[in-house]
């Protein structure tokens, strides 16, 4: 069973900086597309970022420019490093491992890590 553990979220301020990790319990990273998706108070958990097996990255346009996935084979980590936050990057942010391909499609994601919390003051 796959598991996948995020970390690095946290309290910052509007224009700072936070680089969230996702660790998997299994070398199943070389295989899989990774994505991150985030949840808001009251929202639908919407698409952030993909990266597929082979490092292609795609970002959503609310994103892009701000924020760049990146992954470590060898360390079975995935990346979101994330600048120029906004207030309304405040959310709940999820890894996932999915198809090899990525995907923005939460529903094509088998695995699901718990959530770390982002939230961004004005």
């Known amino acids: 069973q796959v598991q996948l553990v995020e970390s690095g979220g946290g309290l910052v301020q509007a224009g700072g900086s936070l680089t969230l990790s996702c660790q998997a319990s299994a070398q199943i990273l070389q295989n899989k597309g990774m994505g991150w998706f985030r949840q808001a108070p009251g929202k639908e958990r919407e698409f952030v970022a993909t990266?597929?097996?082979?490092?292609?990255?795609r970002y959503a346009e609310y994103v892009k420019g701000r924020f760049t996935i990146s992954r470590d084979n060898a360390l079975n980590t995935v990346y979101l490093q994330m600048n120029s936050l906004k207030s309304e990057d405040t959310a709940v942010y999820y890894c996932a491992a999915g198809p090899a391909y990525g995907s923005d499609w939460d529903r094509q994601y088998n695995y699901w890590g718990q959530g770390t919390q982002v939230t961004v003051s004005s």
């Open positions: 990266l597929s097996w082979n490092g292609v990255p």
